[in-house]
């Protein structure tokens, strides 16, 4: 049901121009994959875009919560941000308010949600639910975010805190009940709120009771996500047991390695972009410390960074050997 809700709002938000987009980038990542060389034709049909790299949490898995970044940490400015939407938002058929940090610490985050879905884009965040206040879950009814992930690990405040570092379960279940209980109220169906658990081998015994919680909770979707774990050759207690949730296996060599099989592709490369605080572009969210920068906007705008040579000779390796690039040899995607 939430999927069907969800692709009703999409719907309603598609032009041609998004459409015809959109086909043209499926097109040419096939054409790509078949001369083996990086075509495009198309702009970014998604982006996700970080309103700040600040955090009230120290989850371990985390630069943001580790404080560990090596590129600069801040806010984006209204400005910045205004100018990548007016840019783009014609062709953007999904915005994630998302990258690293927490979103509601930046004070102008609804401000951005408004203006994005006043532009008929799709609007997506994804939140520690701290700061659900009775004000802010007005201002987030009335923002026109469609879609609200939250991120809890933990149905006990004791397994909970053992990720989310810093976090209190109470506030989460507040904030959600508030949430859920002013939708209902006002007969809305937005924003769509996802509970996002990330598997760990520290709270995967507690995944029977999880579903109860998020049926008596009456969030729309429940989605187990798999940890990617930074050195987990040598293994991790943060590895599931349950195999079903790990993206790693242990091989014949005692060494732990990914369950997937990587392939030289990756339609992410000609889906969209992801643009940090200071407007650095860069590949993928894997790229976390901005290793890979493609251009900075308001230097260059995204639809010449989107196919200069850096981006092109990125997605050439990707096409050519994935396992050459240091962040694609830790991905499922
Ligand atoms: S890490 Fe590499 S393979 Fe994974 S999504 Fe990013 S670019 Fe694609």
């Known amino acids: 049901m939430n999927k069907l809700i969800t692709a009703y709002s999409y719907w309603t938000l598609l032009s041609w121009r998004k459409i015809s987009n959109y086909f043209f980038l499926i097109a040419s990542f096939h054409y790509s994959r078949w001369i083996k060389k990086p075509v495009l034709w198309g702009r970014p049909t998604t982006l996700s875009i970080e309103p700040t790299t600040s955090c009230n949490l120290r989850c371990p898995e985390c630069p943001s919560g580790l404080r560990s970044f090596s590129r600069p940490t801040g806010m984006i ?79 006990t405040q004791e397994i909970y805190q053992e990720y989310r ?12 009940s508030l949430l859920i209980h002013k939708r209902t109220e006002r007969k809305s169906l937005y924003p769509r709120i996802i ?25 729309d979707e429940l989605q187990l996500k798999t940890a ?13 047991k349950n195999i079903k949730y790990s993206r790693y296996i242990l091989g014949k060599n005692g060494k732990w390695e ?3 099989e990587i392939e030289n592709k990756c339609w992410r490369m000609w889906q969209g972009s992801v ?45 050519s050997d994935r396992t050459q690039i240091e962040i694609c040899k830790n991905c499922t995607e």
Not at 228 to 240: A, K, R, V
Not at 282 to 303: R, S, T
């Open 77 to 155: 400015q209204e400005e910045l941000f205004k100018k990548i939407i007016d840019d783009n938002g014609q062709y953007l058929t999904y915005l994630h308010l998302y990258f690293q940090g927490e979103p509601y610490l930046h004070p102008k985050f609804l401000d951005f949600v408004s203006y994005a879905s006043q532009r008929k884009v799709f609007t997506a965040t994804s939140t520690n639910a701290h700061f659900l206040t009775e004000e802010i879950v007005d201002k987030t009814l009335d923002s026109g975010l469609k879609q609200l992930i939250v991120s809890m690990d933990g149905i």
């Open 165 to 176: 570092i810093g976090g209190k379960l109470s506030k989460v279940h507040a904030g959600l």
């Open 195 to 219: 509970l996002q658990f990330l598997v760990t081998g520290k709270n995967e015994h507690q995944l029977d009771g999880l579903k109860d919680w998020a049926k008596m909770m009456k969030v």
């Open 228 to 240: 990617q774990i930074y050195d987990f050759e040598n293994g991790s207690e943060l590895i599931p």
């Open 258 to 260: 990914l369950k997937k």
């Open 275 to 319: 643009i940090t605080w200071d407007g650095r572009v860069v590949p993928c969210c894997f790229d976390k410390d901005a290793q890979h920068v493609m251009g900075q906007i308001p230097v260059e705008k995204l639809k010449n960074i989107w196919k200069n040579t850096s981006y092109q000779s990125f997605r050439n390796q990707l096409l």
